[in-house]
């Protein structure tokens, strides 16, 4: 594999699953693939689970790591090109990067949407110059527009607590769950409904993880829904065949999971309104009644979460709660994606 960046890339997702289930029960498996080999983070912007889980990941697989954070310790980076540079940028990008990838075997890149200008932004234009300029194989720690490693680490986490018609066949985890046809069913023997609901905020967030996750969940069997106020509809290449549905209430009904997120306007129904906070609606919370709506739905949330903007303490520490395995999973995931870079180098 040669980037990261969309579900496509990681080919057939139920010989994914099985990686993961495979390196979660060894996790050193394949430390010989990256002995003498350097992965290059690249942090434009601020982590706590993808810094840890893909070091962690990586440390897994027997690679050196250097971590470099552009705006803590580097070099002011410019990246647009033309500009004259006589501001506190020091450095371009276009220098910057190909020396980066003299340093490493494969590169992870952190860089965020401005939110400023969504033609740059869904461009993906800081990580397409990574692809072009390092020479080296470049995967997504979260852009401008999408979260893979996230996506791949919900995969997962839908697949080891998905409802099972029989109890008995819980216990067995991801192996005895994906022997039963992954993402196929749900606890009464249908689909799994997955709910993917937009939810307040006090900062405009990207749409990196909801775009990723409509895409992964696309790609995956299950009846997807989103649901969100109007205006805040996501692009189109991301929603695929999802239902949008605009009442909350409607589309929380029977779900097995309820994945939150905030996002700011993605400008698509709106141009002018990209990126800004177009709704503060604080019914969108998700709380207890909300989740009294659903099929005993799990509740996902990628983290860091904002408690009793996006979801009440009640939620979030409730036995319904799979935050923290679901955060876990960002090591699995990164692993399943780092070995298969390793093998094609
Ligand atoms: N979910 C996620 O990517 O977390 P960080 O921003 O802390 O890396």
Redesign the pocket.
Known sequence: MKSFINVEDLGDLKQALAEAQEIKQDRYKYQHLGKNKTLMMIFFN??????LSTQKAAMNLGMNVIVLDVNAGAWKLETERGVIMNSDKSEHLLEAIPVMGCYCDIIGV?SFAGLKDREYDYAETVLNQFIKYSGKPVFA??TATV?P??AFADLITIEEYRPTPVPSQREGGICDAMNHSPLLSGGAGGRLKVVLTWAPHCRALPQA?PNSFAQWMNAADVDFVITHPKGYELDPMFVGNARVEYDQKKAFEGADFIYAKNWSNPGVTSPADYGKITCEDMSWMVDTEHMSWTNNAKFMH???VRRNLIVTDDVIESENSIVIPE?AN?EISCSVVLKRMLEAL
């Not at 601020?46 to 810094?51: E, G, K, V, Y």
Request: glycine share 0%; proline share 6%; net charge positive.
């Open positions: 601020n982590s706590l689970r993808t810094r952190r720690m979260e979260h490693l996230q993880v990628c983290l860091p955060a960002r």
